[in-house]
């Protein structure tokens, strides 16, 4: 179509992009936010995209009115062209509207949303099919009810025979361990991986201090960890070898959280083929995303660092090795594709980086704090690698991806959760429940999704056309 246009297709005339950093990584693009400089001072980008004929971004569901406005008034500035929508060029959205709402933001299916959305969308096209359900289409029709008009009592009652406890057998027996966890909370994210770990220490490792713990397990300290002056901007000073070594025994992954919202795990507890997820943007290109997953396989140590110098530590009373950070270069993971499957050739290393967080995190009766406090709250700064373990995702994280095996561990009777938790799961015989759902909450699509969605399917021809100075 393109060539029939006279357009040459490459990254300067098509700029592929997506809201997400793993949806980037799916369809060899860049970050929206990247490309267009969303997050910071525009620099040279007109020279960049001079050329550019057509901007596509997916996963727009994720994209709140502010983040359209933005992206809108960045591309008049990048293009140098200020009276035309999005700098004049085209733009195609993509994305599926029965998702969660963005965190922090006013989706665009608001009645008030967008003036830019309402006003310069001028063409709108529907697919019909959902392909990742082809092995399974009674599963995925079952699916298209809870989507769109909301699922019978006798649709719950089929999805129920899948939860698995007292009734079904142990809940271990029937899980397979590959499945993935989805939550509706961090907390409950972090409790599950946490557990996780604690089984795989006790069916793998010993309370006896003369056995030598197993190579397939390793945890990583962070290092160079600091508590931030107070009464400076970002000055930053070593930390005590005490309070550190309370961060590494009691401060989890829940208390330390940076400026995004991210956590961050003073202490990763890793073992080989434990799925981890990315959580920055370093480079999407490379498959260094956030919410991209990955599968550990090992650690590079740094030139003159030794296993001998590993030193072991106990977790729930067991015997595990354990490096510092700063003795590591790398950790050597192989990525995972959309579907969950490993890709062979998706080799990668990544580095570690300094992290700016709040921690809270319990402290000694000493003077750091009032004597009757159990805890402080400080911004440190540390350096570790920035993954979590992925055993268990929340949902929104889960979004975009297909699962071979899921595991529901709690509901969430908010718009569009149970569909989009539910889809994940490419079979019914690959779901399991640890708790039913409950028929008297569930509902389908939204009013204001409905409305939102005539709207767009009402459009069935372009509503403008630009003149410019050769057609007057």
């Known amino acids: 179509m393109f060539e029939a246009m006279g357009v040459i297709f490459d990254k300067q005339t098509i700029v592929v992009t997506a809201l997400t950093g793993a949806a980037a990584v799916s369809i060899n693009g860049e970050t929206t936010a990247k490309a267009f400089a969303l997050n910071r ?42 009276m035309e929508p999005f700098g004049g060029v085209r733009i195609v959205f993509s994305g599926d509207f029965t998702q969660l709402s963005p965190v922090g933001g006013v989706p665009l299916y608001k009645f008030d949303s967008s003036f830019v959305w309402k006003e310069f969308i001028n063409l709108f096209m529907e697919l019909k099919n959902n392909h990742r359900f082809d092995r399974d289409p009674q599963w995925g029709k079952l699916l298209g009810r809870f989507r769109n008009l909301g699922p019978s009592t006798e649709d719950v009652a089929v999805i129920n025979t899948r939860v698995v406890g007292a009734r079904n057998g142990p809940l271990e027996k029937r899980i397979p361990p590959d499945a993935v966890y989805a939550t509706k909370t961090n907390v409950d994210r972090m409790a599950i991986n946490d557990a996780i770990f604690a089984k795989h220490l006790k069916e793998t490792h010993s309370k006896d201090r003369n056995v030598k713990p197993p190579m397939h397990t390793l945890c990583i300290k962070a290092g160079t960890l600091r508590f931030h002056m107070r009464g400076t901007r970002n000055e930053y000073r070593p930390m005590q070898a005490e309070a550190q070594d309370i961060i590494y025994a009691a401060v989890g992954e829940a208390h330390v959280q940076d400026k995004s919202n991210k956590y961050h795990d003073p202490l990763l507890k890793l073992y080989y083929g434990r799925p981890l997820c990315i959580n920055h943007n370093e480079d999407v290109t490379g498959c260094i995303a956030n919410g991209a997953m990955c599968e550990f396989r090992g650690v590079r140590l740094k030139a003159g660092v030794s296993k001998t110098e590993f030193e072991t530590i106990v977790i729930d009373g067991y015997y595990v090795n354990c490096v510092s950070v700063t003795q590591v270069d790398s950790l050597l993971v192989n990525m995972l594709d959309g579907n969950g499957g490993l890709d062979q050739e998706a080799f990668i290393e990544l580095k570690p980086k300094v992290i700016y967080a709040s921690a809270k995190f319990p402290v000694p009766y000493t003077g750091l704090i009032a004597r009757n406090c159990m805890t402080t709250q400080r911004r440190i700064s540390f350096e570790q690698f920035p993954v979590s373990c992925g055993n268990a995702r929340t949902v929104h994280k889960l979004q975009g991806r297909s699962i071979k095996h899921l595991v529901v561990s709690t509901w969430d009777y908010t718009d569009n959760w149970i569909y989009v938790c539910l889809s994940r799961c490419t079979t019914m015989n690959g779901l399991f429940l640890r708790i039913p759902l409950d028929p008297s909450k569930t509902r389908g699509m939204s009013e204001e999704v409905k409305s939102f969605m005539k709207s767009m399917q009402d459009i069935k021809q372009p509503k403008h056309v630009y003149l410019h100075g050769d057609d007057l």
């Not at 359209?68 to 008049?76: A, D, P, T, Y």
């Open 41 to 82: 001072e525009i620099r040279n980008e007109l020279d960049e995209f001079k050329n550019t004929y057509l901007v596509f971004v997916d996963e727009i569901s994720f994209a709140s009115v502010q983040d359209v406005e933005l992206l809108n008034q960045k591309m008049k500035e990048i293009l140098d062209n200020p």
